[in-house]
């Protein structure tokens, strides 16, 4: 199934799109998309919902819209020089996001339409409000297609249960999505629908979450049980959700489930065990389930959940309810509006509907300031081709180094956010998204676009290799300020040369303290270089941009790192650097209580973009109640003593081993990639080497 059809929209019809402002050429392209774009429904659907070209379409111009730059030449050289020279880049990332499901099928899009029109009136001729409508009436028409498809179907039918079928179908398509959803069915094919809007607006499908679905799906299951609607009928409408979510997108889409009210009340429900009994027998790499715990939540959901044939794909991954409402409040978000927060495809929390969460906008090498705070402000490799406020001083204590780690760590975020605001405002003007807007608080009544005024926008800030960083400044606390065993130009000079001459200075690196050890010196050093990021970070926010650092990589560790020159945490050229909030692959082994127990360590609150720890467990801790219950604890202890957010994984090494080598003769292996499940053999090599070594050092035996 081939998904990206919008440059093969916008060169089949660039003659009429190419005089025209960005947002009214924009909205043309999604109402094309929608248009031409093959709609079908299978004989086994129970709703509409598949879609796409077979096949790559081909048109045989290739032509490019006029660009209106808002950054200077200047700072495209310095963007330029920042990622290929010093491996930190900044950009605007598409989709990631989660509208507000809840409100769409409630009142409908009819309801975003209305409050366009209402705009207006006041200015008819407001370009944006304009492309708005015509997006939303694109959306509207792109399920009279399905309608129009199952209507033949009914009429061509002779099985009286398959006719009914098609009936339900073309009724529930003249609703939903432009009408509130009238019942359960009508529902799960509204969300459906918007699901798959997003992504054509957005030209990405990249993390689309679907949010808290056992709440604003709850009161139409109640109406369907009361209405005498069977459980199985229930189950197979859901297991079609299933199914459709695993089959579009990167599987980065989150299912929430459970969580607490604004009183804090529990809200797990039937709807909650209903979706994760469905969850077991489908085995699917998406969705992700995002399982919200607080300690209101009952003992029954986490013990059904603490189950090989779900942690063996890497489901579910468990959040702490308070610790993420506070994390969310951390950002400037009243108490009352945290409560309602989302967990977000693999990473980060957000405001389904209030926000746009650009992940990846910022990959920060945190390595580069600790290079030019020992190398007299020059990176090891290389030049700066611009100038810092900071000056180059001696080194000649732990507290000298991290004042001017500190000093050049701020005036680069600085820079970073200066030029993402720029970014971001040149997206806005060249490629606006209108369909996103409306559905984005705060678009229509600015009458703007979701890169600029959504209400919050969330910039995050990914913090690769932070944990080799701190790994390496505890390496030249100990070697050079306690040992006195090296000065800091023998460690530079070792890390320029990746150590390949320097074996001895590698192993005294390597045999220093680590993250993950759970030493409290090592502890205590994260916690305030993290402390720096996030404080920069909240300093360099403005107005309805917040920018808030991640911890997160999925995979990335692994690409970073092959870009990435040698560190003075003793990692050579071209290895991964850490994954997620996990311990460098430096360190060899660790056990759970010690990772848990470093990664608490950190005030994570600030990371509320993304933070998450991954736990590997052999199959024998699930043959046992008793050990079941060792890993239930685990978790709860994490996530009671502050933790955001657990992935899991149940793997056998030997088949993980047999898969890489014969990922052909494999293809039903998943894996918890780092933020999401993947087939294994879709992995590219080097991550799957990657991935058995971090199962190698994480995995802990009963």
């Known amino acids: 199934m081939y998904y990206d059809t919008h440059l093969y929209i916008s060169n089949k019809y660039f003659e009429e799109l190419e005089h025209l402002s960005a947002p009214i050429r924009e909205s043309l392209i999604f109402k094309h998309y929608t248009e031409d774009i093959p709609v079908f429904i299978k004989p086994d659907d129970i709703f509409a919902g598949w879609y796409g070209y077979e096949n790559k379409p081909v048109h045989p111009t290739d032509n490019s819209f006029d660009y209106i730059p808002v950054l200077s030449d200047k700072e495209r050289e310095v963007l330029h020089h920042l990622n290929d020279d010093l491996k930190t880049s900044i950009h605007f990332e598409l989709a990631h996001t989660c509208v507000d499901y809840g409100t769409v099928i409630e009142k409908g899009l009819i309801y975003y339409k209305d409050r366009v029109e209402k705009e207006l009136e006041a200015e008819p001729d407001n370009e944006y409000l304009l492309a708005m409508r015509t997006s939303i009436d694109a959306a509207s028409g792109f399920a009279e297609r399905y309608a129009d498809i199952a209507k033949e179907l009914a009429q061509c039918e002779k099985d009286t249960e398959k006719k009914a079928g098609y009936t339900r179908m073309y009724t529930a398509l003249c609703n939903v999505p432009m009408y509130p959803a009238r019942d359960f069915y009508e529902a799960v094919q509204c969300l459906w629908l918007v699901h798959t809007l997003v992504p054509m607006a957005e030209k990405s499908w990249a993390s689309i979450s679907i949010g808290r679905v056992d709440q604003y799906l709850y009161p139409y299951y109640k109406k369907a049980v009361s209405d005498g609607i069977s459980r199985d009928e229930i189950v197979r409408v859901l297991k079609h959700l299933f199914v459709l979510l695993d089959s579009y997108g990167d599987g980065a889409c989150a299912m929430n489930i459970g969580g607490m009210d604004k009183d804090g009340n529990d809200m797990t429900n039937e709807l909650s065990e209903l ?29 059904s959940l603490i189950d090989f044939e779900l942690f063996k794909i890497g489901q579910p991954t468990f959040y702490g309810e308070l610790a993420c409402r506070k994390a969310v409040m951390s950002r400037g978000v009243k108490e009352n509006e945290a409560a309602r927060f989302s967990a977000n495809s693999c990473m980060g929390l957000i405001l389904a509907g209030s926000e746009i969460a650009n992940m990846w906008a910022v990959k920060f090498n945190t390595h580069l300031p600790l290079e030019l705070a020992l190398n007299n402000g020059m990176p090891f490799h290389g030049e700066l081709k611009f100038e810092l406020e900071t000056a180059p001083k001696e080194i000649s204590c732990l507290e000298d180094l991290l004042e001017q780690y500190k000093s050049y760590l701020g005036e680069l975020i600085g820079m970073c956010a200066r030029l993402y605001a720029r970014i971001a405002k040149e997206q806005a003007e060249n490629a606006p998204d209108p369909f996103l807007s409306a559905l984005t608080e705060g678009c229509i009544e600015k009458r703007g676009d979701r890169a600029t005024v959504a209400k919050y926008d969330t910039v995050t800030v990914e913090t690769l290799g932070l944990i080799n960083t701190c790994d390496a400044i505890e390496a030249i606390c100990e070697l050079v300020f306690k040992q006195k065993k090296y000065t800091v130009s023998e460690l530079v000079k070792a890390a320029k040369n990746n150590f390949d001459t320097d074996g001895i200075i590698l192993k005294s690196i390597r045999e220093c303290k680590k993250y993950g050890m759970n030493d409290a010196d090592v502890n205590s050093l994260c916690r305030s270089i993290c402390g720096y990021v996030s404080d920069f970070c909240e300093e360099n926010s403005r107005g309805n941009m917040i920018l808030v650092p991640s911890l997160h990589t999925i995979d990335a560790n692994v690409s970073f790192g092959a870009r990435l020159y040698a560190t003075l945490d003793g990692r050579k050229s071209g290895e991964p650097v850490n994954k997620n909030a996990d311990p460098s692959n430096i360190l060899k082994k660790t056990d759970h209580t010690s990772h848990i127990l470093s990664a608490v360590s950190i005030d994570q609150t600030s990371f509320s973009v993304g933070q998450p720890i991954d736990l590997y467990f052999e199959r024998a801790w699930f043959d046992t109640k008793e050990t079941r219950d060792k890993i239930k604890n685990l978790i709860l202890t994490y996530l009671k003593l502050g933790g955001l957010q657990l992935q899991v994984n149940s793997v056998d090494i030997d088949l993980l081993e047999r898969a890489h080598r014969s990922p052909e ?29 971090l199962a190698k050092r994480l995995e802990q035996r009963v």
């Open 275 to 303: 979706l994760i009994d469905v969850e077991k027998q489908m085995q699917l790499r998406a969705p992700i389930f995002a399982v919200r715990v607080n300690d209101k939540t009952p003992d029954r959901i986490i013990d």
């Open 665 to 693: 003769d494999y293809p039903y292996v998943i894996v918890r990639k780092g933020g999401y499940s993947v087939r294994f053999n879709e992995m590219r090599e080097a991550v799957r080497e990657e991935f058995i070594e």
